[in-house]
């Protein structure tokens, strides 16, 4: 998740891709239809009432989507297809912050195949999402902001979407289990063998890893997960991050930012050491290391000057995802020291 969300695309864009869905009208959908404009939270159904569905499932958000058969070609935003990747579903297409080669969530993946329709926040592509020609589309969604699925700019562009496919998000709340569970229980809905070797062997890197943290943290290092760029620095509250929520779970020093309910406190530069720690985590979302380094307030902390800045990966909810950053941090606990 980052700090700031771009700005999406241009409204002469809009009103063009608005007219060609309307041009195509029910082909775009395959006998489905959505019904975007209900209000937040309520449940929407998207099918058809003449058939005998065989496929539902209710997301995060209340939607409630009914199918006649399950579906099959899966698109989304990068977070969530990620996720149930992890577990077998190979999407068709993606969009997100950054294209999938760019993207540690796809290291060691073949994303052959897979068609991105955006690498920009808020920006897709509706002509090549329509022809990558997906059943259902998935995302996530966050508390902060529980009215509208993440990746969209707006409701309208929200609505574009799902007049070519119905969406579903998963919400990222509680610790990494709770939403890996969730991931799963999608996964399995839409055909993935939650028994076989690619989930149990992963399940079982997942837990080497979460014990491999417990001891390292064992040490009492402090620390603090943030997203720095040129104007502010992010910090990060633990308890709105699934990932860093059962990072801390696991015995993991995190600052608390003093009953701060958002997802980050805003520092100016001049601030950053209001929190005293040991080991800084950085989004690779945000400001390069040596970026960061270069902020004569930043490289003057014990942390940075004792070389203890390491990244903060945002890895998919799935225990091949969650496994990787377990075991990064780990490693790099381990090589810490206390230093404040």
């Given at each position: 998740m980052t700090a700031v969300r771009p700005a999406g695309p241009g409204i002469d864009r809009r009103r063009f891709l608005t007219?060609?869905?309307?041009?195509?009208?029910?082909?775009?959908?395959?006998?489905?239809?959505?019904?975007?404009?209900?209000?937040?939270?309520?449940?929407t159904t998207v099918g058809t009432s003449s058939v005998d569905p065989t496929w539902t499932f209710t997301d995060d958000l209340g939607v409630t989507?009914?199918?006649p058969k399950r579906p099959e070609r899966i698109a989304g935003l990068t977070d969530q297809i990620a996720a149930l990747w992890g577990f077998g579903i190979k999407p068709v297409a993606a969009f997100g912050y950054q294209a999938m080669a760019d993207d540690v969530q796809f290291t060691g993946l073949d994303t052959t195949g897979v068609q991105t329709v955006g690498a920009t926040y808020g920006e897709i592509n509706m002509e090549a999402l329509l022809a990558a020609a997906p059943d259902l589309i998935v995302t996530t969604s966050y508390p902060v902001d529980p009215t509208l699925p993440y990746g969209f700019n707006?409701?309208?562009q929200l609505d574009q979407v799902?007049?070519?496919?119905?969406?579903v998000a998963i919400a990222q709340?509680?610790?990494?289990?709770?939403v890996i569970a969730r991931n799963a229980e999608l996964a399995g809905l839409l055909g993935a063998d939650l028994q076989g070797q690619l989930v149990t062997d992963a399940k079982a890197d997942f837990d080497k890893a979460s014990a491999a943290?417990?001891?390292a943290a064992g040490t009492g290092l402090q620390v603090m997960a943030l997203?720095?760029?040129d104007d502010a620095v992010y910090v990060a509250q633990y308890t709105e991050d699934p990932g860093l929520a059962y990072a801390q779970r696991s015995g993991v020093g995190l600052v608390d930012l003093n009953g701060n309910d958002g997802y980050w406190e805003t520092l100016s530069w001049e601030n950053i050491d209001k929190y005293p720690v040991?080991?800084?985590?950085?989004?690779?979302?945000a400001m390069t290391k040596d970026a960061m380094m270069a902020q004569p307030t930043f490289a003057s902390l014990p942390a940075a000057a004792a070389g203890q800045v390491y990244p903060w990966e945002f890895m998919s909810m799935d225990y091949r995802g969650q496994a990787i950053v377990l075991g990064n941090l780990a490693e790099n606990l381990s090589a810490a020291r206390k230093v404040v």
């Amino acid at each position: 998740m980052t700090a700031v969300r771009p700005a999406g695309p241009g409204i002469d864009r809009r009103r063009f891709l608005t007219a060609s869905l309307l041009g195509l009208g029910g082909l775009a959908v395959a006998g489905c239809q959505s019904t975007g404009n209900d209000s937040a939270g309520a449940a929407t159904t998207v099918g058809t009432s003449s058939v005998d569905p065989t496929w539902t499932f209710t997301d995060d958000l209340g939607v409630t989507v009914t199918l006649p058969k399950r579906p099959e070609r899966i698109a989304g935003l990068t977070d969530q297809i990620a996720a149930l990747w992890g577990f077998g579903i190979k999407p068709v297409a993606a969009f997100g912050y950054q294209a999938m080669a760019d993207d540690v969530q796809f290291t060691g993946l073949d994303t052959t195949g897979v068609q991105t329709v955006g690498a920009t926040y808020g920006e897709i592509n509706m002509e090549a999402l329509l022809a990558a020609a997906p059943d259902l589309i998935v995302t996530t969604s966050y508390p902060v902001d529980p009215t509208l699925p993440y990746g969209f700019n707006d409701q309208a562009q929200l609505d574009q979407v799902t007049a070519i496919a119905p969406v579903v998000a998963i919400a990222q709340k509680g610790v990494a289990t709770d939403v890996i569970a969730r991931n799963a229980e999608l996964a399995g809905l839409l055909g993935a063998d939650l028994q076989g070797q690619l989930v149990t062997d992963a399940k079982a890197d997942f837990d080497k890893a979460s014990a491999a943290v417990t001891a390292a943290a064992g040490t009492g290092l402090q620390v603090m997960a943030l997203g720095a760029y040129d104007d502010a620095v992010y910090v990060a509250q633990y308890t709105e991050d699934p990932g860093l929520a059962y990072a801390q779970r696991s015995g993991v020093g995190l600052v608390d930012l003093n009953g701060n309910d958002g997802y980050w406190e805003t520092l100016s530069w001049e601030n950053i050491d209001k929190y005293p720690v040991d080991v800084v985590l950085y989004s690779l979302r945000a400001m390069t290391k040596d970026a960061m380094m270069a902020q004569p307030t930043f490289a003057s902390l014990p942390a940075a000057a004792a070389g203890q800045v390491y990244p903060w990966e945002f890895m998919s909810m799935d225990y091949r995802g969650q496994a990787i950053v377990l075991g990064n941090l780990a490693e790099n606990l381990s090589a810490a020291r206390k230093v404040v």
